[in-house]
């Protein structure tokens, strides 16, 4: 199958500081890959939708200027969380969509985001 | 509009066989996913359906009625590693995004 790598899969900062997350589609190309953050026993939820070569859609309520998106290639985005505070601790998980697979979403292994 | 229900939990036994159903209200619908996420894990594909029917892949099968806004997952021969929590997903609208459900957890039991 399809296989998304996500990177780091943990982290641990300081209030204030920023955090970079990777996701990069290895086996396929992904025009459009997504955001979810995940709480626990929560669901996924969307945070924004991001197109290479165009900036991203971002959910209402999602802050653009916090959760900073780039999607520089067709197999890579990044998601950088400015400023982070301990209410961004967090399950952040990436997908990638393979338009040659009916478009199924693919999943990274996630990143668990613990800001002190 | 988006809105998907499903059983937050459910429990069965080993070698048993499990139904998960799932409701939606989706704008512009076009297609139903089925995801299984294992505790501190991310999700993993297991099926899609687009079209009304049972779609069968080993163990699993996905079921979907556009006409009800309803799909429901079987799982056969239940094992024990089949305990987690199952999503269920739909897209729809102009974008490619999948509005997801709460998930159904699944306990196995031997």
């Known amino acids: 199958g399809a296989v998304v790598s996500q990177h780091p899969s943990r982290v641990i900062c300081k209030s204030g500081t920023s955090v970079k997350i990777e996701c990069r589609s290895l086996d396929f190309q992904a025009t459009t890959m997504f955001w979810y953050r995940q709480f626990p026993k929560q669901s996924l939820m969307l945070m924004a939708t991001?197109?290479?070569?165009?900036?991203?859609?971002?959910e209402q309520g999602v802050e653009k200027d916090k959760f900073l998106i780039n999607h520089a290639s067709l197999t890579l985005s990044t998601l950088t969380v400015t400023s982070a505070h301990p209410e961004d601790s967090s399950f952040y998980i990436c997908?990638?969509?393979?338009?040659?697979?009916?478009?199924?979403?693919?999943f990274g292994p996630g990143t668990r985001l613990t800001v002190l | 509009g988006q809105n998907i229900d499903q059983p937050t939990e459910m429990t069965a036994t080993e070698g048993a066989i499990v139904q998960i159903n799932c409701t939606y209200q989706?704008?512009?619908?076009?297609?139903l996913f089925w995801y299984q996420q294992h505790a501190g894990e991310a999700p993993t594909f297991l099926s899609y359906n687009v079209l009304d029917g049972l779609e069968e892949k080993g163990r699993f099968s996905s079921f979907l009625s556009r006409s009800k806004g309803y799909s429901y997952l079987l799982l056969k021969e239940l094992q024990m590693k089949d305990s987690a929590s199952y999503l269920c997903?739909?897209?729809?609208?102009?974008?490619?995004?999948?509005?997801f459900g709460k998930g159904t957890s699944l306990l196995v039991t031997p």
């Open positions: 989706t704008s512009g619908f076009n297609g």
């Open positions: 991001s197109n290479e070569g165009s900036k991203a859609t971002y």
């Open positions: 997903a739909a897209r729809g609208g102009s974008g490619y995004a999948l509005n």
């Open positions: 997908s990638a969509r393979d338009q040659g697979r009916v478009g199924t979403q693919y």
